[in-house]
């Protein structure tokens, strides 16, 4: 079963509008965390933020928060005030169980910022 | 610190050659991961360690896939025989202890051509 979806294969974004990438999640463990990473063309992958199950408050770095709505199992990534650099693929992910394994992926959304 | 460091970026090699990607961690970090990512699949884990004992080999897709890591400063995923279907980016990542909330810290991939 999929864990975690990107139902947004790709999305148009005028520059300085706020975006917001869906994500929902799977799992029936009750301590997760989720992440999001950016890939820009160059191919690395950015870490961007993370959110706990346990955390109580939305995380937040910088232009970058994160909506978590735990009941739905959704962590939407919302960027404020969009530029053109954030143009890129954007990855959740999730890690659960004891927390030592690796990262499982979604499929992402190609974010297109436009002048 | 430099962070992740793959080599090579790129690899173009002929169906049936043996080819070894290899992957400098960052120092101190005592888990690493081998993902493959693809247009058809996202980005899938393939194999990781800790302290340099291989945990979890499920994700290699076949026998022709081996990964190793001899030291805690230096892995290799090895294909043998290669097929065109190997074709794909290929990150390595590693990240410190085992907190759910640990990112992994990923290097700038290299890029397999099979041909």
């Known amino acids: 079963a999929q864990k975690i979806t990107q139902t947004q294969p790709g999305m148009f974004v005028q520059e300085k509008e706020a975006v917001t990438l869906d994500c929902t999640y799977d799992t029936s463990d009750p301590s997760y965390g989720l992440f999001w990473y950016k890939q820009p063309s160059s191919g690395e992958m950015i870490f961007l933020i993370y959110?706990?199950?346990?955390?109580?408050q939305n995380a937040t770095e910088g232009r970058y928060s994160l909506n978590f709505q735990k009941a739905r199992k959704s962590a939407n990534l919302v960027i404020s005030a969009s530029q053109l650099g954030d143009s890129a693929m954007y990855f959740c992910a999730m890690r659960d169980g004891g927390g030592a394994d690796g990262l499982t992926f979604g499929k992402g959304t190609h974010l297109i910022i436009q002048p | 610190d430099a962070g992740v460091i793959q080599s090579p970026r790129h690899e173009v090699t002929e169906m049936g050659q043996e080819v070894t990607l290899r992957c400098k961690p960052i120092s101190g970090h005592d888990y690493l991961f081998w993902y493959r990512q693809t247009m058809m699949r996202g980005l899938e884990l393939l194999i990781y360690f800790n302290n340099n004992v291989p945990i979890d080999d499920s994700g290699m897709p076949e026998d022709r896939f081996s990964a190793k890591m001899p030291n805690a400063s230096f892995s290799t995923l090895k294909i043998q025989p290669s097929e065109p279907r190997d074709s794909a980016v290929y990150f390595c990542a590693s990240s410190p202890g085992t907190g759910m909330n640990t990112e992994a810290f990923f290097g700038q991939g290299t890029r397999l051509t099979v041909v």
């Open positions: 959110q706990g199950s346990y955390d109580q």
